[in-house]
């Protein structure tokens, strides 16, 4: 095993060494080949440039002349002594191009466009494939502007072979990669030795570690080197020395902790006993005081529904009223006949029977019910607004509904209804603070997806972002004391989201703030 881990280790900093050298020598080779093809582009660059005036200032006079026969035989004379250029091109502005090869000349009428945009003010280099040879090859093409006492005639353009390059490169592949070859043999044996002094010293450590960990602190190790291995190996004895100390120090240690183990754990015993009893205990509070904040938020609501109920009874009780002066003065003035009285008792039971239908709804609303069942949305909205529309009216608040048909959810109507009042409630009294003119109640029921949505927003202002992330918590309120308990919308969202697994939130818009309430796919029934 220990042989196996030698093996093991010492091929991988081997490899890692390796690794590194084959990395650092390939990056030394491309920058040299880097450098190597800018000398000799800069050398062939140089070479073009003489050539360009050579041909320039021999055949000037020519050029200017139109003297081609002298110019086929300078550039074919240049070409004879100079086998790496490929051709020789003389153009002029607007006239045909003079094109010279090794043993041929011709004149163009239009030059490719690979050569034409290289026609400008400036000298211009660049490699390209040359257009005139019979397969594609790689050429270094120069073009070399002519200009005259300040005017511009035209260009010298010069194609040159590329095989003196490739040799070249080919030649510097070769001797880089017998250096390369040559070095790497060098290194390699030596970094083999290198990796050699290098693991030895930590496998002994390792096989060190090893006897540690199974209780044997009899180390004998090297302590005689001077570099920082040899730190090391001081330093692991030292350790091994001090562990053993604290060995005997723990199993004096351990009888200790044993004793007070056993202690605190009869402790805990008698301790979990009594926690089963103090948990049932804690469940019942809890569950008690949820019922009191139910029972809070009911009264609440009930005091609500009260002051809602006054408001639509004062209309009918003053119509009841002057009925009653009508039948006084119809006395006195002797119209009191039975047609006159059978008018006022219609009058006066359809004004009864709709406090009764009041009396009737405020009875339904509060109506315990603890069972699901599946009713419409719409219908328990309406409901509410009836019952607060006398309180609307007085407080100049208007309503706007935009409900999409058959939103049914299957159930507790009633606590829903209480959700819609508390929300309706808040956002009126929100309405009657701001003092405006327009006050105004929106309501929106759509159904999304796998959601049915309803949203109730208004105009008055919103809610300071100071306090609209704790509007939901229990005893939390904004009003003046005495004018609020805290309850109404904290039992909202427990209907919400523990009763009806639904979600209700609030946020700010442009005008207000905007309370929605969704209830999931598991209870929103489809239409079939």
């Known amino acids: 095993m220990i042989s196996f881990f030698r093996q093991k ?3 991988q900093v081997y490899a890692i060494i390796i690794i590194l050298m084959a990395l650092i020598m390939l990056l030394i080779g491309y920058l040299v080949l880097q450098e190597q093809e800018r000398t000799i582009l800069s050398v062939m660059q140089t070479q073009a440039q003489t050539l360009a005036k050579s041909i320039e200032l021999v055949s000037a006079d020519a050029m200017v002349t139109d003297d081609q026969s002298f110019l086929v035989e300078h550039n074919l004379n240049v070409l ?23 043993g041929e000349w011709r004149l163009i009428q239009k030059l490719p466009a690979s050569i034409q945009k290289l026609e400008s003010d400036n ?11 019979k397969k594609t090859e790689k050429i270094y093409y120069y073009t070399y502007p002519l200009n005259f006492d300040g005017i511009s005639w035209g260009w010298i353009h010069l194609g040159f072979s590329l095989e003196s390059l490739n040799d070249a490169y080919n030649a510097i592949y070769s001797e880089i990669i017998m ?14 030795f290198l990796s ?25 190790l090297d302590t005689t080197r001077k570099d920082e291995i040899g730190e090391l ?27 007070k183990v056993e202690e605190r754990t009869r402790e ?36 609500e529904m009260i002051g809602n109920i006054a408001h639509q009874w004062r209309q009918p009780l003053n119509a009841l009223s002057l009925l009653l002066q009508n039948i006084e003065n119809a006395y006195d003035s002797g119209r009191l006949d039975q047609a006159f009285i059978q008018r006022v008792i219609e009058k006066g039971t359809l004004l009864t029977t709709n406090m009764s239908t009041t009396i009737d709804d405020f009875r339904n609303f509060f109506k315990p019910n603890r069972n699901k069942e599946l009713f419409d949305v719409s219908t328990q909205l309406n ?38 009042l508390n929300i309706l409630n808040n956002a009126k009294e929100a309405l009657i603070e701001t003092q405006k003119d327009h006050r105004l109640i929106r309501i929106r029921g759509y159904k999304k997806a796998a959601l049915l949505c309803l949203e109730i927003s208004d105009n008055a202002g919103g809610i300071s972002e100071k306090v609209i992330d704790k509007i939901f918590d229990p005893y939390f309120t904004t009003k003046e004391e005495g004018k609020g308990t805290g309850i109404g919308l904290y039992m909202s969202k427990v209907i919400v989201e523990t009763n009806m697994h639904g979600q209700l939130s609030v946020r700010n818009d442009s005008d207000g703030a905007v309370f929605m309430i969704c209830l999931p796919n598991s209870y929103v029934q489809e239409t079939k």
């Open 9 to 11: 280790l010492l091929y």
């Open 80 to 102: 004879a002594h100079s086998p790496t250029i490929r051709f020789i091109i003389i153009s002029k502005n607007g006239r045909d191009a003079l094109l010279t090869r090794q």
């Open 123 to 133: 000298e211009q280099e660049q490699i390209l494939n040359d257009p005139y040879a």
């Open 179 to 192: 250096i390369f070859f040559i070095v790497f043999i060098i290194l390699s044996t030596a970094i083999y």
């Open 196 to 220: 050699r002094y290098i693991v030895q010293p930590i496998i002994a450590l390792s096989h060190a570690s090893k006897k540690m960990a199974q209780g044997d602190m009899k180390i004998t």
């Open 233 to 259: 190996t001081r330093n692991f004895s030292a350790m091994a020395e001090s562990l053993s100390q604290s060995q005997r120090e723990l199993k004096n240690s351990n009888f200790i902790l044993e004793q």
């Open 268 to 303: 805990l015993e008698e301790i979990n006993h009594t926690l089963d009893e103090r948990v049932r205990t804690e469940i019942a509070h809890r569950r008690e005081q949820e019922q009191i904040l139910i029972q809070q938020s009911r009264f609440a609501a009930m005091g």
């Open 383 to 420: 409901t509410v607004l009836l019952m607060m529309s006398a309180s609307f009216e007085d407080n100049r608040i208007q309503t706007e509904l935009d409900l999409e048909s058959d939103l049914k959810v299957n159930g507790f109507a009633n606590e829903f209804s209480q959700v819609l």
